[in-house]
């Protein structure tokens, strides 16, 4: 069965940075784009990033782009989020997901918090 559990959320002050990582089971990793999701209190869920099954192909929302890196390790069923840079606009819950079958597979997400 899949399973996707987020880690490394916390809270950290603006211009901080804090480094996701999502552990990926019941599937092949490998073959397979991961994405990085985040909602914030009040509003619709919101892409962030995604990467290719290899790893060569990341992409951003603008909004965070040059401040975050999305990156995955195959050999660990890992992907990873990188957040510099962080503003209190980032604050939110980010989920990483995968798509299979046409659904689109959660983890419980974990709280991002950026507060001075």
């Known amino acids: 069965q899949v399973q996707l559990v987020e880690s490394g959320g916390g809270l950290v002050q603006p211009g901080g940075s804090l480094r996701l990582s999502c552990a990926a089971s019941?599937?092949?990793?490998?073959?397979?784009?991961m994405y990085w999701y985040r909602q914030a209190p009040g509003k619709e869920r919101e892409l962030v990033a995604y990467i290719s099954s290899g790893g060569g192909v990341p992409n951003y929302a603008g909004s965070v782009k040059g401040r975050f890196t999305i990156s995955r390790d195959n050999a660990k069923n890992t992907v990873y989020l990188q957040m510099n840079s962080l503003k209190s606009e980032d604050t939110a819950v980010y989920y990483c997901s995968v798509a299979r079958a046409g659904t689109f597979f959660w983890g419980q997400g974990t709280q991002v918090t950026v507060s001075s």
């Open positions: 019941g599937f092949t990793f490998s073959s397979y784009v």
